[in-house]
C-alpha cells in the first residue's frame, strides 16, 4: 500500500447520517425564519463543522442563530439516529481488511465527539475505533476546508501528511485533505463527481474503495 495511514471522514462515509442531519437541519434553519431546502443543506453545510453553519447564515442575514441552536438541533439529530442510523453499506467489510492487514486508519470529522460517538454506538462501528482513532474539529480552531484537523490527526497517529490518505464525500473535506498535502479518495454516493474537485480518485461504493485500497 503506498499510504502509512487511511484517514476516514465520518458523516456519509462511516455512517449513513447526512440524508439524516440534513433534513432536520433545514426544517430548524427554516423553522427559524431562514427557509432552507433539503438540496441547499447539503449544498451548503455537508462537511461543515457547526461553527461554518453560523457564520454563513451571519454573512447571509445579518442575523446571529440562537444561543441554543446546537443544542437543539444535536438533540433532534441524537434521537434521529437512535431509529434510523445505519453504517454505511460495505464500510465494515473496508475496516475489517484494514485491522487484518495492519493497516493503521482513524476518524477525522467535522462533527463533534459526541456525534461521532453516538453514531458508532447505534450502528455497531464502535468496535473499530478506540479513543485513540478518533478526531473531532473540536480539537482544532478551525473545521473543514482549513487543513488543521487532518493534520492534527496525522500527527496523533504518527505519520507524516504525505504518507495519509483521506477518504472524503463532501468539496469541504477534499479541500481540506490536498491543502494538509494528503492524498484524498471522493465518494459519490451523494456528491456529484464534479464537485469533488482535487481529489486523486472518485469511488461510488464501499466495494469499489476496498479494490482501492489494495
Known sequence: MRHD?????????????????????????????????????IRDYMGSAMHRIHEL???????????????????RVFAAFERELKPVAGVGDVLERLAADGVPYCVASSGSHE?????????????WF??????????????????DLFLHAAERMGVAPRRCLVIEDSPLGVQAAVAAGMDVYGFTAMTPAARLTGANQLFTSMAELADLLV
Open 5 to 41: 495511514l487511511i484517514i476516514f471522514d465520518n458523516d456519509g462515509v462511516l455512517v449513513d447520517s447526512e440524508p439524516i442531519s440534513n433534513r432536520l437541519l433545514a426544517a430548524h434553519l427554516s423553522e427559524l425564519g431562514h427557509p432552507t431546502s433539503y438540496e441547499e443543506s
Open 57 to 75: 447564515v451571519l454573512e447571509r442575514t445579518g442575523q446571529r442563530l440562537p444561543d441554543d441552536f446546537d443544542d437543539v438541533f444535536h438533540a
Open 115 to 127: 456525534r461521532i460517538r453516538v453514531g458508532h454506538r447505534t450502528t455497531g462501528l464502535d468496535r
Open 130 to 147: 478506540a479513543e485513540e482513532r478518533i478526531f473531532s474539529s473540536q480539537d482544532v480552531g478551525r473545521g473543514k476546508p482549513a487543513p
